[in-house]
Structures are given as C-alpha cells and as structure tokens.
C-alpha cells in the first residue's frame, strides 16, 4: 500500500525543524523514531560508526553488514553479492540510504528477504529526488509503483502488510534538496514554514493529505521507506 504523503504541519515543522540531519534524512527518522526492533537484527549498509539508538531502539543482537571498511561492520562483505548467511536467521531486516549505492540492489533485497524469518520485520529507506552522491557509485531512483511492484514479485503480497510511505514536506522543498539539501537548522526553519501556512487551506488537521493534494505531493518525495513483515508459512 503506497501512503499519502503526511501533512506539513506545526507540529511536524517543531520537529523537523530542530533536527541537526538533512531534511531527507529527518523524514526518514521522523517514520523510524520511537520504532523497536526485537531479537537479532541485521543492518545492510550500516556499521558501528551509526549510531541510530536516539532515533529507534534494538531489543538483542544487532549485526551489520558493508564492504567500507571505514564503517566498521559486523561482516565486511560486497553487498552485490549474495549474503553468506543462512536462509531465515535473523528476526529483523533493515537498509538506511544504502540501496542506492548498491548496483544489484534487486539481489540485494531478496537476500534481505531470504535471511529475514517468517514474521519478522523489514525497514528499508532509499532517496527518490535527491542528488547523485557518494563516492561508492550512486545507481538508482525507483518510483512508489516499481517498489509496490517488486516486492509483489518477491511472493509479498497482503500477506506481508507492506506500506510504502513518500517523505516529502512539499514541492518547494524538495526542490531547495537540489541544491541545498537543507542541512541546517535554520535552513529548515525558513524552508519547511510556507508548507505549515499552506497546509491550513488545504488539509486542517488531518494526519495525510487529501487525495487531491497527495497525488501531486507524492510525486515530489525526497525518499520512500517501505517496511511490513514477511508473511508465515
């Protein structure tokens, strides 16, 4: 199920605001905060130079998975590759920002899926609008409809409850991520405040935005994240 995106709201600009993060990436922690992820948990592109526990929480073993060295994984492996790990071992699956940087980012999801066990929870956030970037190689933007569409693929249908979910504040802003990328505070402040007076015409307080205003705000979003559980046998 692909979301409207969420409305600009005061609140919301409060938040977003005050976050020290690219806005692309203060979306994205803004879907995981307050998350928890129970049991052992394999994080694809991640090392022990993130530091994610002030944004969700890993109740047990989390392990991580990167071929920069730099990073300091748990396993330095080339993420092209298939994972040297048996089928159905780990209790939650996550990727942050790194499938993009991943050629093979098709085998690369499958694998997530195949080491995740019946039940167990998936989270993977990827850039839509959003700069080339990196010096690892930067190879992909996939559409709301190509995600829902693979993961159909992959035998995830209703059963695994899959939710697609646009970040995107409104079109000026994903525009000003071009150039800028809104890297600090008072970037934010000044760019994320015509969307709060705008939003009071068109959504009063609904939590999404009405049908008509998403389907244009949904094609500007800064990244995806899609997340839901793998289906039991």
């Given at each position: 199920?692909i ?19 690219t ?11 307050g ?8 994080d ?12 969700f ?29 048996e ?28 080491v ?5 929870c998936?989270?993977i ?109």
């Amino acid at each position: 199920m692909i979301l409207p995106p969420l409305c600009p709201t005061l609140s919301r600009y409060r938040l977003l605001s005050r976050s020290s993060y690219t806005l692309l990436r203060s979306l994205v922690y803004e879907c995981l905060s307050g998350r928890r992820f129970t049991g052992k948990t394999l994080d694809l592109g991640g090392g022990e130079k993130f530091n994610y526990d002030s944004v969700f929480h890993i109740d047990g073993v989390k392990e991580t998975a990167n071929n920069n060295r730099a990073l300091e994984p748990t396993h330095l492996i080339d993420l092209n590759q298939h994972l040297p790990f048996e089928t159905s071992v780990y209790d939650n699956v996550l990727s942050l920002n790194t499938l993009e940087h991943v050629h093979n980012d098709e085998l690369a999801v499958r694998e997530l899926m195949r080491v995740l066990k019946p039940g167990g929870c998936f989270f993977i956030s990827v850039p839509f609008l959003y700069p080339v970037h990196s010096r690892y190689g930067d190879y992909h933007r996939h559409t709301a409809t190509w995600w829902d569409r693979f993961f159909e693929t992959l035998g995830l249908g209703k059963d695994a409850n899959i939710t697609i979910e646009p970040h995107v504040w409104d079109p000026l802003t994903t525009g000003l991520s071009q150039f800028i990328q809104l890297r600090t505070r008072f970037q934010k402040r000044i760019a994320l405040l015509p969307g709060v007076i705008r939003h009071h015409g068109l959504a009063g307080n609904q939590l999404r935005l009405p049908d008509d205003v998403a389907r244009n705000y949904a094609h500007c979003a800064l990244a995806y994240s899609i997340y839901g559980t793998k289906p039991t046998p």
